[in-house]
């Protein structure tokens, strides 16, 4: 690569790292039996955040049906934002469905969202939420209830846009851009 090349994809962050997509894994919201409040909770956080929302959808808890429609978000969209099914109900599998589509897990995401939810609930270190990497995307899996998804997205929505760039390519630090 030359060295403008270089320096052109060091330093130059493209905006498409801010495009997300959210999922709703919920076999009541999926049936109509219950309005999905958890999903468009997140939405409007990520908007806040100055992620673009392009794509949201409600799913059943089907491992099947839930990777098929991660890998597909992850066509459109850098962050694919899962929320609900996490816990350890029998049909919980949104972790097992990402798992299996991703490349790599990044642990320490996750880790802090339990970590800031067992400050409130006792219940934080029942979600199996996970986090990885499938290409450039990055998969993170939320709790369902409302306050828990909110809370888990406020808790790592920060580093969210540098672990985008980072799968991008943008290695460069502040004190490299500095220099």
């Avoid at 039996?33 to 673009?52: E, M």
């Avoid at 996750?110 to 800031?116: I, L, N």
Wanted: overall charge positive.
């Amino acid at each position: 690569m030359s060295p403008i090349a270089t320096l052109r994809k060091t330093f130059l962050k493209p905006e498409r790292s801010k495009i997300a997509a959210v999922l709703t894994i919920s076999d009541s919201s999926f049936q109509g039996k219950r309005k999905d409040k958890s999903g468009p909770d997140v939405v409007r956080k990520l908007k806040a955040a100055g992620f673009q929302v392009v794509h949201t959808a409600v799913l059943p808890d089907e491992q099947q049906q839930i990777e098929t429609a991660l890998v597909q978000a992850c066509k459109t969209a850098r962050l694919v934002v899962t929320v609900g099914g996490t816990g350890v109900a029998p049909r919980d599998v949104t972790p097992e469905a990402t798992t299996a589509v991703t490349e790599r897990l990044i642990v320490g995401i996750p880790e802090k969202m339990r970590w800031d939810g067992a400050k409130k609930t006792a219940f934080a270190g029942l979600s199996r939420g996970v986090c990885g990497t499938r290409g450039t995307s990055l998969i993170l899996n939320l709790p369902g209830s409302p306050m828990a998804a909110t809370e888990s997205l406020k808790a790592v929505i920060k580093m969210l846009p540098h672990a985008l760039d980072l799968l991008e390519g943008y290695t460069a630090h502040e004190e490299d851009e500095k220099a």
